[in-house]
Every structure is written in structure tokens, then in C-alpha cells.
């Protein structure tokens, strides 16, 4: 089956690691604005299989380029379209919280499950539902996990401290702490607004004296981190680092965490910026030539 990557601009950098993985060709997708903000999308090529690669970071514009560009892949004939979407939005709003509320991860698991035939996506924010299938029904829906990468990211030598700043954050930690034989803390966490968070770390006394590096999936406003970086602090830790999969922070917000004493934060490329510092074209190269999808 002929096959080809088709990446938007904001992509194209991890799409090109992924082509180099694959030993398939990359070609960029063009978007036009119009001066009312509709979007026009065009496809340069097309393949019996067309794989789009896009991280769904800023994911309202963002999603409807790639439905268009979906569509436009199939009117030029391809049999099988795929999305690598390393960071996979909407996922966390998996119930109506409130009265009234949308439940996002079921109208956009759906969209997107009516427009490709799979999924390939990178640790997905997931609570309430076990599996990624059931939040994207009835196409080949596959999980992968970061975890083995971030780990090489841990310079171990001086038996640094693993910190998970909420509950779910323990699948991580754990995965990451384990290989390294290192201690982990898993604090909980009580999310009061979009940037306000409260923490407590059971036996935080455990990281004095010694390098403290938090995990997470993913890095928004930076609030998490710096409430926890705030405690370990306080509890005599030798300096603060972070990483986590998906770092979405914005400049601002980088700057914010690295005025509060958070040293180092390094992620994987799900989403290009100065914190990339681990590529996943092998993880998904791997996982897509393991599921006969390249
Ligand atoms: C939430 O449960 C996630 O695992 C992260 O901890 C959260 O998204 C981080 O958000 P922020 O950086 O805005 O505190």
C-alpha cells in the first residue's frame, strides 16, 4: 500500500522525525485564512494510506483543519486514513460535572472516530474510562506510553527523589521511578480554578537534602508544579525539576515556573518548544509498524 505523512506547519518538525522513522515521504498541508476566518485546507498529495500527523494543542482551530484535510484525503482516494495525534485534547471532560455540562471526550472521541479509520495517540489524559477505545469507539484507537523515554531523560547518579503531584499522576511516576530503582511521592491535589491548585505531599521530609523531580502527563499553566516546587522547598530539597509528556505551558507560564525555582522542565516533542527533549518518531514508528498501519 503506497503511503505518505501529510503534516500542518505547526507539526512539521516532529512529522519529519516520524517520515525519517518511517522511511515515508512528508508533505506539509496548506491552510488559508479568509478575512471572515474560515479556513481553507488543501492536501499536496495523496496515498493509498494517508497518515496526518497533528498535536491537538490549541485543538478548536486546529481540529477543524484536520477534519478538512481528512475529508480532502479521502475525495483524492485514499483507502485508509490515519491520525498521530501526539497530544490528544478533550479527553479529561469524560462527564458532565454540573448540570448542563457538554461531555467533550464523547463528541470529539465520536468526530474523530467517524473521520479516521485509527488512532495513534500518547498517554491520554483518561480517568473514567479504562480504555482509549471507549473514549474513540469503533476504530483502532492505540495508547502509547512515554514513559520509557522521559525515564532516559533522568540522570539517576545522585539518587534524586520522583514526586507525582496528584493521584494520577502514579501510573507515571511509577513507570518512571521503577526501572530506576528511585523513591517516589505521589502528593494529592485540589484543583480550585484554572490556576489556582492546593497540594499536600505525604512524607514530603523524604526530599531533603536531595533533588526533587516532579512528573506529570502533561504541563498547562504550571500551577501543579509550582505548588508542589513550593513544598518540596520548604521540606529542604536541593533543587526542582520537571518532566512530564505533553508540555502545552506558554512562555509566561514557563517563565512563571522557572521564577518559582523549578530549574529544568523537559517533555517529549508531542507538542515542539524548549522544553522537546525527547523524540517519539521511534515509539510511533514502532507501534505503527507493529499494528500493520505503516
Ligand atoms: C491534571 O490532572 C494533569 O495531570 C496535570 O496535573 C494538569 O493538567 C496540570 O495543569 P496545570 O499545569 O495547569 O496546573
Known sequence: MSAVILAFADSMAAADRLGASLDLPVRDVAVHRFPDKEALVRIPASAQSVILYRSLDD??????????????????????????????AYMRQDKAFHPGEAVSQKVIGG??????????????HLHRVATLSEAIPGISAISLSAAPLLTALIDAGDNPIIIGPDSESRQWTEAIARPLGLETLVATKQRLSDRQVSLTIPDVEHARGRRAIIVDDMISSGRTLVEAAKLLRQAGATSIEAIATHCLAHP???????????????????????????????????????????
Open 59 to 88: 485543538p478548536d482551530r486546529k481540529l477543524i483543519e484536520l477534519l478538512l484535510a481528512a475529508s480532502a484525503a479521502r475525495d483524492s482516494g485514499a483507502e485508509r486514513v490515519i491520525l498521530v495525534a501526539p497530544y490528544l
Open 111 to 124: 468526530l474523530l472516530a467517524s473521520h479516521f479509520d485509527a488512532l495513534l495517540t500518547v498517554d491520554p
Open 252 to 294: 509566561d507560564d514557563l517563565a512563571f515556573m522557572a521564577a518559582h525555582g523549578i530549574a529544568r522542565i523537559a517533555s517529549s516533542d508531542s507538542i515542539d518548544g524548549p522544553t522537546s527533549k525527547a523524540a517519539l518518531a521511534p515509539l510511533i514508528a514502532h507501534a505503527m509498524r507493529d499494528n500493520g498501519l505503516a
